[in-house]
């Protein structure tokens, strides 16, 4: 959860940023720079989430691999199979985390609805 959220926010601001700087842009131009964006924080993120999930595994795995016989039995162990779709389900989390919150981003900031666009700044003149 702390990855997506961290993925998510990223992404907003960034969308956030560049229409601050460029008012005139399109949602689709931002839903697209949203993906660049996404892209470029998975790319710099994944060395921290495979560790993070291998990390998080490997004292089982380990403690399953002596006591077990062989490969197909371990993989047959309850405990490996709930960390494996673990790990599934968070990296398609991570993974439907960038197109989502780059569509919702680029529509809500490059939608023509400027009262939710001036809901956000209403206390920048304060």
Do not use: W
Not at 105 to 117: D, R, S
């Amino acid at each position: 959860m702390g990855a997506i959220m961290d993925i998510s926010i990223s992404i907003s601001s960034a969308l956030f940023e560049v229409r601050e700087k460029a008012e005139s842009i399109i949602p689709t131009d931002l839903i697209k720079s949203g993906f660049n964006i996404g892209r470029d924080i998975l790319g710099t993120m994944s060395n921290t989430l495979i560790l993070a999930y291998i990390g998080s595994s490997l004292s089982v795995i380990l403690v399953l691999i002596i006591y077990s016989a062989s490969p197909l039995e371990l993989l047959n162990r309850e405990r490996v199979i709930v960390e494996l779709l673990q790990s599934l389900v968070g990296i398609i989390a991570i993974l439907g985390t960038i197109p989502l919150t780059s569509v919702i981003c680029g529509l809500f900031y490059g939608g023509k609805n400027e009262n939710m666009y001036l809901l956000l700044h209403e206390n920048d003149n304060d």
